[in-house]
């Protein structure tokens, strides 16, 4: 059975930094790539980054340069450093195994004054 388990968000003023968790289980960590995706109100769920099992990332427009993707093999995580919140980032992240319909059940992440 496939469990991913995120943690870490929260609320945070704009222009601060949050990292997110995933913990995973159930899969063979270290051979799939691993993606954060979001989704904010009313919108399209969208992909944020993702990593591969050879460590390459992919980033979407608008968080390049802000969010780091990084995973730690020996712990079966993977992490979204996010730094320069703006409000524009609220939204409940998900990570997810890439390419499977594995999915965590998603953190809060509220950027607000």
């Known amino acids: 059975q496939v469990q991913l388990v995120e943690s870490g968000g929260g609320l945070v003023q704009p222009g601060g930094s949050l990292r997110l968790s995933c913990a995973a289980s159930?899969?063979?960590?270290?051979?799939?790539?691993m993606a954060w995706y979001r989704q904010a109100p009313g919108k399209q769920r969208e992909l944020v980054a993702l990593i591969n099992s050879g460590l390459s990332t992919n980033y979407a427009d608008s968080v390049k340069g802000r969010f780091t993707i990084s995973r730690d093999n020996a712990k079966n995580t993977v992490y979204l450093q996010m730094s320069s919140l703006s409000p524009e980032d609220t939204a409940v992240y998900y990570c997810r195994v890439a390419g499977h319909n594995y999915w965590g059940q998603g953190t809060q992440v509220t950027v607000s004054s």
């Open positions: 159930g899969i063979i960590f270290s051979l799939n790539a």
